[in-house]
C-alpha cells in the first residue's frame, strides 16, 4: 500500500511520484491499478507513436484504430499529451 502525503493542498499518494522507462510500464501499471478501461478526466486528441494517426484517447489505456498501437497515461498524469507513452502494436 502506497503512502500518502499532502502537496499543493491536495492528497497524493507515492505512485504520482513515480517515472517510468517505457510505455509498457505505463500500461502494466494501469492495468494492475484497474485504471486502464477507466475513462480521463478529460479525452486528449493525441499523435499515435506508431502510424502517426491522430486519434482521441478517452481511457487511460488507448489503442490506435488504425494500427493498433498500445499508448498508456497513468492518472496523476493524464492531463498532459505529453506523458503518454507507448506500449507496442497489440501490447
Not at 41 to 47: A, D, T
Given at each position: 500500500?502506497?503512502?500518502?502525503?499532502?502537496?499543493?493542498?491536495?492528497?497524493?499518494?507515492?505512485?504520482?511520484?513515480?517515472?517510468?522507462?517505457?510505455?509498457?510500464?505505463?500500461?502494466?501499471?494501469?492495468?494492475?491499478?484497474?485504471f486502464s478501461q477507466q475513462l480521463m478526466?478529460?479525452?486528449?486528441?493525441?499523435?499515435c507513436h506508431g502510424c502517426k494517426e491522430?486519434?482521441?484517447?478517452?481511457?487511460?489505456?488507448?489503442?490506435?484504430?488504425?494500427?493498433?498501437?498500445?499508448?498508456?497515461?497513468?492518472?496523476?498524469?493524464?492531463?498532459?499529451?505529453?506523458?503518454?507513452?507507448?506500449?507496442?502494436?497489440?501490447?
Open positions: 500500500m502506497g503512502s500518502l502525503s499532502v502537496k499543493g493542498g491536495k492528497i497524493m499518494h507515492d505512485g504520482c511520484a513515480g517515472s517510468f522507462e517505457n510505455g509498457k510500464q505505463v500500461v502494466d501499471k494501469v492495468r494492475m491499478m484497474g478526466p478529460m479525452p486528449l486528441e493525441i499523435e491522430t486519434f482521441t484517447m478517452e481511457e487511460f489505456e488507448g489503442h490506435c484504430p488504425k494500427c493498433d498501437m498500445v499508448h498508456g497515461v497513468t492518472p496523476c498524469h493524464a492531463f498532459d499529451p505529453n506523458n503518454i507513452m507507448a506500449a507496442g502494436i497489440g501490447y
